[in-house]
């Protein structure tokens, strides 16, 4: 289970890593790579789970110390957060990372 999660880890560093340096550099194209598509959807995943807690934007940066903008942006996909941004946003909502980027 611990080789999973890191792998896990691993993989969602790499996302968000890559991402950034395209951004960075300036490559990334208007049309989104499938494994942008699993940042967004881990987003969405993000504001439903807090949704269904019934926690504001401010409540759940409150408990994280990210900005509630900050959070909007990674709720809707356009921000990058690095990884114990993604591990305080999980234990704040209570959630399991592989919920968050669970491969469909």
Not at 43 to 53: F, L, P, Q
Not at 87 to 94: E, G, M, T, W
Request: proline share 3%; hydrophobic share 35%; glycine share 4%.
């Amino acid at each position: 289970m611990k080789e999973e999660q890191e792998r896990l880890l691993k993989y969602i560093g790499e996302l968000y890593e890559k991402r950034r340096v395209e951004k960075k550099i300036g490559t990334q194209s208007d049309k989104a790579e499938p494994e942008h598509d699993h940042i967004v959807q881990a987003g969405k995943k993000i504001r439903k789970a807090r949704e269904k807690k019934k926690m504001t934007v401010e409540e759940l940066a409150a408990l994280t110390d990210l900005l509630p903008s900050y959070i909007s942006e990674i709720e809707f996909g356009e921000a990058d957060p690095y990884m114990t941004e993604i591990q305080s946003i999980s234990k704040a909502l209570d959630v399991e990372l592989s919920y968050l980027f669970e491969k469909k």
